[in-house]
């Protein structure tokens, strides 16, 4: 099978398109034809091998990974002896990241806990695009940020993936106005997503402003804690599901504190991978949320578009295809 192959931490051109052995499903483990990927900050710094603690996982010199790819849609091809949710032929989406990953590839045989059914009205295309950063926004508005109907939220970072179905989550859950942040060039994707205002961070830096917010959703972590509780309402929360290394351990050493000493709450999202996956499903049944996508792009294309995704001008999710039947099933 073809795949592509993470051969040393370094540069784009440390992934490379080869043809490997296809794997063959163990006793707990389902076989999958995937049919589409995506690009996510787990493969951007699995292939740098950086911030340092993802060599403590993945192997300290070499990366022990040898395929990346967080996420996958695909159909079951086979289903090990111990499996009982799949049989050959269901559509499946899922986050696979603490499964081995693997999603670079035509197949990728994964535990069956880290899959679900795909709705039939989503595609594989928009079903690869939604488990991580899915899990993300969910989990960072509703179980660690609380929001409230009538509350005003801003989001960091709004014109990507976790941004763009972030803002049509708060919505959904009552928010009184969503504020994106974001560059220029995306303010359109996110209007059309839903968002009330926008701000061109490369302008104006939103915590130096007179605005408050009830929640701040930060999918960037660029900048000072105390810059963030600065502008969040009294009982405001600030919560982050990624950034830069030095800003999410300011957060992980004073979030307890800032809860004790003062009325404002600061946390990171620990995130429970495919936990609410089936709560996606019924909002997608009921056309309340769809991905943006960027893209479709094919699996040999991905150490180029890697580069692309590294520069953070990407607008929603970046997807792969990948062979077999396309990614629109």
Not at 130 to 143: C, K, N, V, Y
Not at 177 to 202: H, N, P, W
Request: glycine share 10%.
């Amino acid at each position: 099978m073809k795949a592509i192959v993470l051969t040393q931490y370094g540069l784009a051109d440390a992934l490379q398109l080869q043809d490997v052995e296809k794997p063959i499903p163990k006793a707990d483990e389902v076989a999958i034809a995937v049919r589409a990927t995506t690009l996510n900050d787990w493969d951007w710094c699995l292939m740098r091998g950086t911030p340092f603690y993802i060599r403590l996982f993945c192997g300290l010199r070499t990366p022990n990974v040898r395929i990346p790819g967080a996420e996958i849609a695909g159909r079951v091809e086979a289903v090990g002896s111990k499996v009982t949710k799949f049989e050959p032929g269901d559509a499946v989406y899922g986050d696979i990241s603490e499964a081995g990953f693997g999603g670079f590839a035509e197949y990728v045989c994964i535990k069956e806990n880290a899959l679900a059914l795909k709705p039939e009205r989503m595609s594989f295309i928009e079903a690869a695009a939604m488990p991580h950063a899915a899990m993300l926004a969910i989990q960072g508005l509703r179980d660690e940020g609380h929001l409230q109907a009538g509350e005003k939220v801003l989001i960091n970072g709004a014109g990507g993936g976790v941004g763009t179905l972030g803002i049509q989550l708060a919505k959904l859950m009552g928010a009184a106005e969503v504020t994106g942040v974001d560059s220029s060039d995306k303010f359109e994707l996110m209007r059309a997503y839903g968002c009330d205002r926008v701000i061109d961070y490369q302008k104006e830096d939103f915590t130096a402003g007179g605005d408050r917010y009830d929640l701040i959703l930060d999918t960037k972590t660029n900048r000072s804690l105390f810059k963030y509780l600065r502008v969040l309402h009294p009982n405001g929360r600030y919560v982050t599901v990624g950034g830069t290394t030095d800003r999410l351990i300011q957060t992980l050493l004073l979030g307890a504190s800032i809860r004790k000493f003062s009325n404002k709450d600061a946390r990171i999202v620990t995130l429970n991978p495919n936990q609410d996956l089936e709560y996606v499903n019924e909002l997608v049944e009921a056309s309340k949320v769809h991905p943006a996508i960027d893209g479709p792009y094919q699996l040999e294309e991905i150490p180029k578009v890697i580069h692309y995704f590294g520069t953070g001008k990407h607008k929603g999710k970046v997807v792969i295809t990948v062979g077999h039947e396309g990614g629109m099933a």
